[in-house]
């Protein structure tokens, strides 16, 4: 029993609310990462024009860990511009999209991926999701997206995944302590935002909404 059932507290969500802002800055990142976007912009602006390739989106293999709300929608998004998408979820029971290929272990799922993209929940434990021994199991030049969780994965593995090469790119938006000042912030490679990929003025105000109803019905479910 939780603190608050202890205390006859209901506690209520909006899960719908953040799905599409989330998925959207997601794609932002992965995008942004892929094209150098950010890179161009401040090199531009201090006079250098050199052009480095990037690379298509379109024909990867897409890793999405955790095949919830937001999974779904990024990947319905991400078929759409011609990605393959694999999947690692042990709490989803039948496949929502016969195009998604469910991967039986983290492992397998990060063996065979360009690209990887959390959206899952902590650990029963707390513990890091993507540790030093997952990031080994890598492809050489994966790019790793997250918008879930700081605690999903261990920062210090990953910034010598980076160094190694084995992560070559990375668009986080949560950290383990934020505001983030860390280390990874020495990389041009890792994009970073501030944990805000739900904040657009649409999904605010459909939060609002949510919680209203969600208090409206619980006062009726009360008085019934």
């Known amino acids: 029993m939780t603190e608050a059932e202890s205390r006859k507290v209901r506690i209520l969500t909006t899960p719908e609310a953040p799905v599409i802002a989330v998925a959207e800055h997601a794609l932002a990142l992965l995008l942004s990462v892929m094209k150098r976007i950010p890179q161009y912009n401040t090199n531009i602006r201090q006079g250098d024009h050199s052009i480095i390739s990037g690379s298509l989106l379109a024909g990867k293999t897409v890793g999405i860990v955790g095949m919830g709300r937001i999974g779904q929608r990024f990947s319905s998004i ?28 983290l492992g397998k799922l ?33 790019i790793l997206i997250n918008t879930a969780r700081g605690i999903l994965i261990d920062e210090t593995a990953l910034e ?20 983030y000042m860390g280390s990874l912030l020495k990389y041009s490679q890792i994009i970073v935002t501030p944990h805000i990929a739900s904040n657009t003025n649409e999904s605010r105000e459909q939060m609002e909404r949510e919680a209203v109803d969600n208090l409206i019905h619980a006062k009726r479910s009360i008085f019934a």
């Open 78 to 105: 991400l078929i759409c511009m011609g990605c393959k998408i694999r999947y690692v979820d042990p709490f989803l029971k039948f496949p929502p999209n016969a195009e998604w290929e469910p991967v039986p272990t």
């Open 110 to 142: 990060v063996e065979t991926s360009d690209i990887i993209s959390l959206h899952a929940s902590p650990r029963v434990d707390g513990l890091p999701l993507i540790n030093s021994a997952v990031l080994r199991h890598c492809k050489k030049g994966t």
């Open 160 to 179: 010598q995944a980076v160094k190694d090469g084995i992560i070559v790119a990375a668009g986080l938006d949560v950290f383990i302590k934020e505001p």
